[in-house]
Nanobody, 123 residues
Framework: QVQVVESGGGLVQNGGSLRLSCTIS????????LAWYRQSPGNKREWVAD???????MYADSVKGRFTISTGNAKNTVYLQMNNLKPQDTAVYYC?????????????????WGQGTQVTVSS
């Protein structure tokens, strides 16, 4: 049974830092790719960063130089280190894992999302 749990959100001042963590369990093989998205009230969910297998990390222009996506030694955990946070970074952040199907383990391929964690940056 695949489960995705994320944490690390909070309230920080302008210029502060936070590190988000997201862990997927219930599967054996490494995910194909991992990513972070965010969504603020009244806006569509937007892509922030990803670290797809076989490629270098990619970032949205709005966070380049400030955010860093990384994985743990075991590829079941993805992090988002956020430095020099700005009020416009305020949003609910969601992690996403892309899994290949594994019929032996009863895993359906596709995207698996975390529940979201709130990040608030005060002016």
């Amino acid at each position: 049974q695949v489960q995705v749990v994320e944490s690390g959100g909070g309230l920080v001042q302008n210029g502060g830092s936070l590190r988000l963590s997201c862990t997927i369990s219930g599967m054996i093989a490494d995910p194909n790719g991992l990513a972070w998205y965010r969504q603020s009230p009244g806006n569509k969910r937007e892509w922030v960063a990803d670290i797809t297998s076989g490629s270098t990390p990619m970032y949205a222009d709005s966070v380049k130089g400030r955010f860093t996506i990384s994985t743990g030694n075991a590829k079941n955990t993805v992090y988002l280190q956020m430095n020099n946070l700005k009020p416009q970074d305020t949003a609910v952040y969601y992690c996403k894992f892309n899994l290949r199907p594994d019929t032996a383990m009863g895993i359906i391929g596709g995207d698996y999302w975390g529940q979201g964690t709130q990040v608030t940056v005060s002016s």
